[in-house]
């Protein structure tokens, strides 16, 4: 029992500099929001010029955060477990690729990231491909090109995977009930992000119908 509650002890510090580190981080976005408020005078934010706006603006920002604190722990996490110097978005690629040990192409690898850069894309690939990680398979033609990962790209993403797990639900652990919301949250930004899809096809359609 006493194991559990120092256990317990340690995590709680780190979640609370997390969550110190967040709340930092949000304070501009805070401020512009405030200023907001008070009309369209100096210092008002054009983004949140009603209460829908801010509330939208605050998620954006908060997303904004995620997203470039995810794709650096990611970077990071890979260069502690192998020395080829690679972005959040190669890990990105990798990881997929190696999803369920089954080759893709890179039309597949582009759907399951939500991606249509394909050049960035390519990209990511052929770098991948130059370090041992990746390879590919079907050379008949470019559409037809599949990547698996090599017998290293399996190590080290195992590595990776092994890291993670030490690293990440640990401190985890410090939010109350993030286990029980993971599934609703992450149903919520799948419908979030089809909205914003939705609305990119929107945008793309006014700007050709002015």
Same mark, same amino acid.
């Given at each position: 029992?006493?194991?559990?509650?120092?256990?317990?002890?340690?995590?709680? @510090?780190?979640?609370?500099? !997390?969550?110190?580190?967040?709340?930092?981080?949000?304070?501009? !976005?805070?401020?512009?929001?405030?200023?907001?408020?008070?009309?369209?005078?100096? /210092?008002?934010?054009?983004?949140?010029?009603?209460d829908a706006e801010r509330r939208l603006?605050?998620?954006?920002?908060?997303? &904004?955060?995620?997203?470039?604190?995810?794709?650096?722990?990611?970077?990071?996490?890979?260069?502690?477990?192998? &020395?080829?110097?690679?972005?959040?978005?190669?890990?990105?690629?990798?990881?997929?690729?190696?999803?369920?040990?089954?080759?893709?192409?890179?039309? =597949?690898?582009?759907?399951?990231?939500?991606?249509?850069d394909v050049p960035n894309l390519q990209?990511?690939?052929?770098?991948?491909?130059?370090?041992?990680? #990746?390879?590919? =398979?079907?050379?008949?033609?470019?559409?037809?090109?599949?990547y698996r990962a090599t017998a290293r790209?399996?190590?080290?993403?195992?590595?990776?995977? !092994?890291?993670?797990?030490?690293?990440?639900?640990?401190?985890?652990?410090?939010? @109350?009930?993030? #286990?029980?919301?993971?599934?609703?949250?992450? =149903?919520?930004?799948?419908?979030?992000?089809?909205?914003? /899809?939705?609305?990119?096809?929107?945008? #793309?359609?006014?700007?050709?119908?002015?």
């Amino acid at each position: 029992m006493k194991r559990t509650e120092s256990a317990a002890a340690k995590r709680k @510090p780190v979640a609370a500099k !997390a969550k110190a580190a967040g709340g930092k981080a949000g304070s501009q !976005a805070e401020k512009a929001r405030d200023s907001s408020e008070s009309g369209d005078g100096k /210092g008002a934010w054009h983004l949140a010029r009603s209460d829908a706006e801010r509330r939208l603006s605050d998620f954006e920002f908060a997303l &904004e955060r995620l997203a470039q604190s995810y794709y650096r722990w990611k970077a990071s996490c890979l260069a502690a477990v192998c &020395e080829v110097p690679l972005t959040g978005d190669d890990v990105a690629v990798l990881n997929v690729v190696r999803m369920g040990d089954e080759p893709k192409r890179l039309t =597949e690898v582009g759907q399951l990231l939500n991606r249509v850069d394909v050049p960035n894309l390519q990209y990511a690939t052929r770098k991948l491909v130059r370090a041992g990680l #990746i390879e590919t =398979e079907g050379r008949s033609s470019r559409k037809e090109t599949r990547y698996r990962a090599t017998a290293r790209g399996r190590a080290v993403t195992e590595d990776y995977a !092994a890291l993670r797990a030490a690293t990440l639900p640990p401190m985890f652990d410090g939010l @109350p009930g993030w #286990i029980d919301s993971c599934a609703a949250t992450t =149903e919520q930004l799948d419908q979030m992000s089809g909205l914003y /899809g939705q609305a990119t096809r929107v945008a #793309i359609t006014r700007r050709h119908q002015s």
